[in-house]
């Protein structure tokens, strides 16, 4: 029951925002996350903004896999 | 659950297994003959040395305007593209209406304007009708049938035996838009202005293809149910296998996000204006360069192949390079946040 | 994704690299459990099985809350239902799920007012649409969702809605893992955590797993990568002989979880003794409404006359030692045959993200390859 969607917060009115999700947008609650800030990448759950996405982290895991490919590439060739 | 048991549930108008129940317990064997016996969206038939193909539908939806389309429009594309996929050259149609007391006149008008454009595109003619009034609260407002008539193109035959191992599937373009479209906007999504449904008639289109490639063994319009319960139906009726590579089922990104948002899975949503076509392999090329001339199929892409095992049963090689089942839905799709 | 998406190519070669890994790295017949409904279908989805060594057993434990849901909790909601003035809003994942008579799809199709909400606050403005109405909105869920009925909950106290009330049942997820643990005969090597859940909790309250117990443990994402990247952030911990609490899903998930979360929890709910389907009562592993908001409990503004028991499971029904790792579902007499997606017998199979359900779904089991 723990389906979470990562959106790009995108206004901010008090405790609601407007998020999107690939040009989709809907509202949400920050009741459970009031310090996102408009441009955060946010976890969305039931309606609520549930964690902020970081994008660093994010970033690093992509870095992972560039690794894994150079690592492949090189096994290929040898 | 008795309860359950004793009344017509939604699932039973959802495409899947309830569908299949209800069609072999109650319809099939009350209508038994053997052009119904096909099974397949429209009866072939031969009348007086001609060869027709004959079919029928109702359409509900509901809201019956959505982007993209409305109830009128979808009545006439449904039925001239059941008709396309037996491989017939769609003629006449009728239409029937079911009319709730208090409907605004404006709004049938609406309506019967759209089913005037398109069958006006679709090169078919609506020839016959009948409308019933029903008092308010007996029905949802507007609820349409249509029946037609087409001419079964030479040289074509259209049907799940003559598919074998070793062809490949092919869809005329992306997954689920027309789903989204019609139930984005009851749960409070602000969908961008690309979900639109893609419904079209699909009958010139299908023409072309099988007058170039006559030998084209197998097509289905993926609507209730989708993707998944079209190849099954199909994977059960030859006890041949289906594999596709998940790489290659295309999904537009908004449509994959309220799938994502809402839980649906795109392979088993609705679509109102694509094909699936099975066809032999040496043909692929071909076949795609001849849909991609069309708007409805430029997209058009190979997504799998047929295969003997797994037998009866249709697979999904992942993105990761796994596989997986992809079952037979099992009753309409409840947005839900698991 | 605040990152660029990586190609199909990018995905089978990291898969393919990870999934060797894995392989050096299993020395021994292994079991992982994840205890997340969504990783439960995650790994479905993804078809990870097929890349891992035949020592190494993907199992699953207690992690689809609809599942655990009791059948007593069901048949409180049907027979709400069944109240005239009452409207059920639910999330769709219950509404099939049958109680011990009726389903509220059930009670639907025989009249009853039930609507699919997507979120708690949806419910919350139903109550407001519908004064006449005495909006009962079924909150259940682990800890990624009881902070979000929670916080309804707070919503519609500050608005003053007199019809707005909950049914509330929402557990806890540690305390699950612990009583697997403690003595119900699972062998589990190591946990792969549900991430959702400890973008909420953190990391801590799950330390004791490898403390007390010596089971390492690492979160996940939901990614197929995501899921083989933790499985062998999890064998090279047991390779290192050091238990220790992992976290492959940092870019959501931080040490901390979402301390603003956690005190709507505690502000609104206190933990209780609960009952899960098909496993029995487990202390502490629930949550109930606090005397500060009992006015919007369902169970204690309209309590339910007490009904006679209800049947515990199904004869032959193995739920219980599925949702403890012990069985797989394929080992169950009814799987597949009296249980099945369309009518099922046992807790597993009542939502999508039971393990049986899973398993059914996807093939294992009944796969003709």
Request: aromatic share 6%.
């Amino acid at each position: 029951m723990c389906v979470a969607v990562p959106a790009m917060m995108v206004e901010r009115e008090d405790f609601m925002a407007t998020v999107d999700i690939d040009g989709v947008r809907r509202q949400v609650s920050l009741m459970l996350l009031p310090e996102a800030r408009v441009g955060d990448y946010v976890l969305i759950h039931a309606g609520f903004a549930i964690q902020t996405i970081d994008e660093e982290e994010a970033l690093q895991t992509l870095q992972l896999f560039k690794e894994l490919e150079a690592y492949a590439d090189t096994e290929a060739d040898g | 659950m008795n309860n359950a048991e004793q009344r017509i549930l939604m699932a039973h108008g959802s495409g899947g297994k309830l569908s299949g129940e209800l069609f072999q317990q109650v319809f099939f064997p009350a209508f038994a003959n053997p052009a119904l016996a096909e099974v397949h969206d429209g009866a072939r038939l031969t009348v007086a040395g001609g060869q027709l193909a004959f079919a029928t539908d109702s359409y509900v939806v509901k809201p019956r305007f959505f982007p993209g389309g409305d109830i009128g429009k979808l009545a006439v594309c449904g039925t001239v593209n059941d008709l396309a996929m037996t491989g017939a050259e769609p003629l006449y149609l009728s239409a029937g209406f079911i009319l709730e007391e208090g409907l605004a006149m404006a709004e049938l008008r609406n309506v019967v304007e759209s089913m005037r454009q398109a069958a006006a595109a679709a090169g078919v003619q609506i020839v016959t009708g009948d409308t019933k009034v029903v008092e308010k609260g007996a029905a949802d407002g507007l609820y349409i049938n249509t029946a037609g008539i087409g001419r079964l193109l030479p040289a074509v035959d259209i049907r799940a035996g003559r598919v074998r191992s070793g062809q490949m599937v092919i869809l005329s373009g992306s997954l689920g838009d027309h789903g989204i479209a019609v139930m984005g906007e009851r749960h409070g999504l602000t969908l961008p202005d690309t979900v639109i449904s893609d419904c079209a008639p699909l009958n010139h289109m299908v023409r072309e293809l099988l007058t170039e490639v006559p030998t084209v063994s197998w097509l289905r319009d993926p609507t209730r149910g989708g993707l998944a319960a079209a190849l099954n139906e199909l994977a059960v009726q030859t006890g041949l296998g289906i594999m596709l590579e998940e790489s290659e089922l295309p999904v537009n990104p908004a449509v994959a996000a309220v799938c994502d948002i809402l839980g649906f899975d795109p392979l088993y949503l609705a679509n109102e204006g694509k094909l699936i076509a099975i066809v032999e392999n040496k043909d692929t090329e071909k076949v795609l360069a001849i849909l991609h001339r069309h708007p409805e199929g430029v997209a058009s892409r190979a997504i799998g192949r047929v295969a003997e095992r797994p037998a009866a049963q249709v697979g999904i090689r992942t993105l990761v390079g796994g596989v997986r089942l992809l079952d037979m839905p099992t009753g309409d799709p409840l947005p839900r946040i698991c | 994704m605040p990152t660029r998406k990586l190609t199909v190519d990018e995905i089978r070669r990291a898969a393919e690299h990870l999934a060797r890994d894995i392989e050096r790295l299993v020395r021994r017949p292994l079991r992982l459990m994840e205890v997340c409904g969504t990783h439960t279908v995650a790994i479905f989805r993804s078809g990870i099985r097929e890349l891992l060594p035949p020592e190494l057993e993907l199992v699953s434990g207690p992690g689809c809350p609809v599942c655990v849901t009791p059948a007593e909790y069901i048949d409180q909601a049907v027979r709400y239902s069944r109240q005239p003035d009452v409207l059920i809003a639910s999330f769709g994942d219950m509404l099939r799920v049958p109680g011990s008579f009726s389903s509220l799809l059930a009670e639907k199709a025989a009249g009853a007012d039930v609507r699919v909400v997507y979120s708690p606050l949806d419910a919350v403005q139903l109550a407001g649409e519908y004064p006449g109405k005495t909006v009962i909105f079924l909150a259940v869920g682990f800890e990624t969702t009881a902070p979000a009925a929670a916080a309804a909950i707070v919503t519609a106290e500050r608005a003053g809605l007199p019809n707005f009330l909950t049914l509330s049942a929402p557990k806890l997820v540690p305390p699950a893992l612990k009583h697997l643990l403690d003595g119900s005969g699972t062998q589990v090597d190591g946990f792969l955590l549900p991430g959702h859940v400890c973008a909420v909790t953190g990391l801590e309250p799950f330390g004791f797993l490898a403390v007390e117990y010596g089971v390492p443990a690492v979160v996940a994402g939901f990614e197929g990568l995501d899921i083989l990247q933790a499985i062998r952030a999890l064998l090279e911990n047991l390779a290192a002989g050091s238990p220790e609490i992992g976290n492959q899903y940092g870019r959501v998930v931080r040490a901390a979880g979402n301390p603003e979360a956690c005190h709507i929890l505690e502000e609104v709910y206190e933990p209780v003794d609960s009952r899960w389907r098909g496993i029995g009562d487990i202390p502490v592993s629930g949550l109930k409404v606090r005397e500060s908001y009992r006015r919007l409990d369902a169970a204690a503004v309209r309590p339910l006359p007490a009904i006679a028991g209800t049947k515990a499971a199904a004869d032959g029904c193995r739920c219980g030692q599925v949702l403890q790792g012990l069985i797989r579902p394929a080992q169950c007499p009814l799987f597949g045959r009296q249980c099945t997606p369309e009518r099922p017998v046992g807790a597993c199979m009542v939502s999508g993200e039971g393990t049986c359900a899973a398993w059914y779904k996807y093939g294992a089991g009944r796969w003709q390859q």
